[in-house]
C-alpha cells in the first residue's frame, strides 16, 4: 500500500451545515476569520476607551452622554471619576496587547495563510485549533463581563503589579471580582494562545508541500513561525503566574504578597511572598509579547513590499536571520522593564546590554527594507503605503527605544509619557500598520471581494499623520517629566502642559474617527466591493495560485509542488515580470 | 503618489524633530550632584538618535519618491554592494553606538547605585501607603525606633507605628509630611512600603525608585539648590495614584536646624 503523505492524514471532511461552516468551523480559514473578527471587536472597544481616557484628561469635569448608563459607580453623570480613568487604561492595555496585537497580526493572519503559504490543506490539529479561538473568545467574554458587575473592571494597569492585584477589595476598587475576572480572562487567553502556538509549529514543520524547504518559505510565514515559539514559551510562563496570582487571591496562598502589609487599616494575613517575583515573571512573558506583536507585522510588510516593490528583497534570508536573533534576544531582556524596581542594580547592567544589542538585527532589518527600494518600480497601492508607513514608524518608535535600554536615562523616563509614545509607536501602532497592509493586501483572497483603493489611502493619510500627532507629542512631555497613569493633572507642574495635551486629544478623535472609514470600506466591500480575481497584485506566493477565496480545503484535490523560493519578482516570467512559486518554468534574468 | 509621500514624510520627520532641536521640552533644572551625567548621556542619546530618525525618513522618502510608478517595463536594478553592505553598516552604525553608549552609560548608572553612602550623611527613613508619603527623622538621639506595623493608625497620626510607650527611642522620632534637606549635603534615604507598590520620583533631582512591598530599598543623593519641589508617586498604587505627592525642601544648613528644632518641640 502507498504510504500517504502527512498532508492526506490531516484532511478532515468538508463540512456541512451552517454552524460547522460558520461557527463550530475546523477550518482554519474560517478560524483566521474568526480571530480577525474577534480582534475587530476589541479594537474598536480598546479605541473608545482610550477616547474616554484622552477626553477625560483635558475635560475633566465635562459630562461625556450615556456613560452614566455603563457605569453608574465610574462615571455619575456622566464624569468619569478617578478609579474609573483606571479600569479604562487597564482594559484599554489588556485589550489592545492581547486580544488586538496578538491576535489579529498572528492569530488571524497566521491562521488564515500559514497553512495555504506552505501548501497544507489544513493546520495539522484542526480540532486544537477551533479550541484555542472558542477559548480565546471565553477569554474576551469573561474579560469584558468586568465592565457590567457591580465591583467594576480592575484599576491595576495591565500589568497587574502585585500586591495592588494580588490583595482583593481592601485595595480599591475593581480589585476584587474584577481582578478576578482579569486573572481568568488572561489564563484561559494563555492557555488558547499556546494551543495556537503548538499548531502552528507542527503544522510549519509537519505540513509543508513538495519543494517548500524552509528556506523557500515565504517570510510572513517564517515570521509566524519564530512567533510561535517565542508564544509557546511566553504563554507557558504567564499562564502559571496568573494561577498563582489567582490562588494569592482567593485560596489565601503568599506568592506575590509580603508579611506585614496594612491596606485599608486592615494587616493583611499573609506573608513570604515577593512582589518582584510577579515582575519577573509577567515581563518573562511581556517582553517577548512585544515581538509576538511586531515580528508578524514585519513579515507582512516584508510580504507586502516585495509585491509592490516588484522585486526581491535584498536578503530573505538576512530578514530570517535577524528575526530570529530578535526572537532569541527577546529571553535576555525582560529586567529592562524593571531598571528601578528594587531589583539588584547589578543586574539592570546585565540587561541593558542585550536590550541594546537588539538594535543591531532591527537595524539590519531596517536597512534591508530601505536598500531594496533602492532600483524598485513601486507600485504605491494601499497597502503598499501601509508598509511604507510601518517602516517609518518602526524607525521613529525604535530610536526612542535606545534611551529607555539605558539604566542611567531610565531612572528619569521611566514612567513618563516617553514610554507611552515609545510602546505605542513601536509595538502599537507599527503594529497595526502591519495588520492594515495586510488587510488590503489579502481582503480580496480573504472575502472573494477587493477593498475599495481609494478609501484606503484615505484611510492611510489620515491614520499615519495622524499617529504621528498623537504619539511624537508623547515623547516631549516624558522628557518634561509628565508622568503616566494619572488620571488628570492637577498640579502647577504638569498644568502648563496642557495645550499640548489637548493638541493630542483632538488629534486622537480625529484619527480614530478616521478608522471609521476602514470599518465602513470592510464591511461595505465585504457585499458589494469588486470581486476578487485570482491574483490581483501579481503575487508569487501559493495563496495566490487558489480561487479568491480558496475552497475549504485549500488546492482543491491538486497537491501543490513549489519549485522556487516565494518571491521571483523582476524576471521575465510568461505571466509577467514575475514567476509563482508552484510554476515549473525555468527562471530567466532577476 | 510616490512624491507626496515623500514630502508628507519629510515634513513629518523636521516637524517631529524641530520641538526637540528647539528645546522647546526640556527636562526641568537639574538640583543633584550624579544629575548632570543623567542629562549628558540623554543629550548623547538625543544626538544619535536623532540622526539616525532623521537619516532613515529621509532616506525612505528619498527612494520613494525616486523609485515610486515608474515607466511600464522599467527593469528593477538593485542597490551596489546588497545585503552585505547593510548588514555591515548596521554593524559598525549601531554597534559602536550600542558600544559608546552601554560603556559610558552605566557610569552615571553607578554613580546612583554603586556608591556607598557617605557615613556622616542625614538619614531619613521614606514610607509610602496609599496615597502619602511620610518621612521619620531619627531625632537628637540619632536612633530610629522599630516599627510595630500593626500599631498603624492613620486616625492618631501614627503613619509609621511608632510604640512610644515602650520603646524610649520613638519618643525622638520627628514624622514628617515634607521631606526637608540641608542643602549640599547628602541624603540617606531608607525606603519601604506600607502596603502596595510605590514610587519616589523628583525630576529635578533626576531620582526614581520603586518602593516594594517587604524590601527595605535605600538611595542617596545630594541636592544642590534650595527650593522645593515636587515628590510624586509614579508606580500605580491605586485610585488616589494621581494625587499621591510630597515635597521636597531643600533648605540652608540654618533653616534646617531651625526646623528640626521646630519639628522636635512640636513632639
Redesign the interface.
Known sequence: MQEASPAQVHVHAPPTGFLRKHVFSLDHKVIGLQYYGLALAAVTLGMVLSWLMRFHLVWPNAAIPGLNFISKVGAPGGII???YY?SLLTMHGTLMVFFVLTNAPFAAFGNYFLPIQIGAEDMAFPRFNMMSFWTTLAAFVVLITAFFIPDGPP???WTA????SA?GSD???G?GWGQNLWAISIALFCAGSLLGALNFISTTLDLRAKGMTLMRMPICTWAWFITSCIALLAFAVLLPACLLLILDRTAGTSFF?????????R?QPHAG????LWQHLFWFFGHPEVYIAILPSMGIVSHVLMAS???PL??A??IIYSMLSIGFLSWMVWGHHMF???MN?FS??LF??PT??I??PA??M???W???????????TSAA?FA?GF??MF??GG??G??LA????D??L???YFVVGHFHMVMGVASIFGVFAGTYFWFGKMTGRMLNETLG?VHF?IT??GT?CIF?PFH??G???N??????F??D?MGPLMPLHKFITIAALITGAGQLLFLFNLFHSRFWGKPAPQNPWEGTSLEWSVPSPPPWNNFGDVHPVVYHDSYQ??VKGSKG?YVMQDSPEQVVGG | MGKFFAVILVIIAVLSAYPIIAHKYVQPEDISTHGHAIDEQLSDTMAESGFAFLGAQFLLAFFVWRFTARKEGTKVSHLPGGAKLMVVAAFILVGTEVLALGVFGQKAWASVYFTAPKPDDLQVQVQAGQFAFYFRYPGPDGKFAPLHPDKIDEGNSNFFGLDPANDVEARDDVVAAELAVPVNREVHLMMHAKDVGHSFYVRELRLQQDFVPGLDLSLHFTATKPGKYEILCTQLCGLGHYNMKAYLDVMTQEDFEKWMKEKISEQ
Open positions: 471619576t478617578p478609579e483606571l484599576i491595576s494597569g503589579y502585585a500586591p495592588l490583595i485595595a480599591g476598587p480589585l504578597i509580603p508579611s506585614g502589609l496594612v491596606v485599608s487599616d494587616m511572598g515577593s512582589p518582584l516593490m516588484r522585486k535584498l536578503s534570508k538576512v528601578v524596581s528594587g542594580p539592570s547592567l541593558s546590554f541594546l544589542t538594535t543591531i537595524t539590519i531596517t536597512l534591508i530601505l536598500g531594496s527600494l533602492y532600483g524598485a518600480n513601486i507600485r504605491m503605503l511604507l517602516i517609518s524607525v521613529s530610536v526612542s535606545f534611551f539605558q539604566p542611567s536615562i531612572i528619569y521611566h514612567a513618563t489611502k493619510w499615519f499623520i504621528y511624537m516631549y512631555l522628557i518634561v517629566g508622568i503616566r497613569r494619572y488620571s488628570s492637577v498640579d507642574f519578482y523582476g515580470d
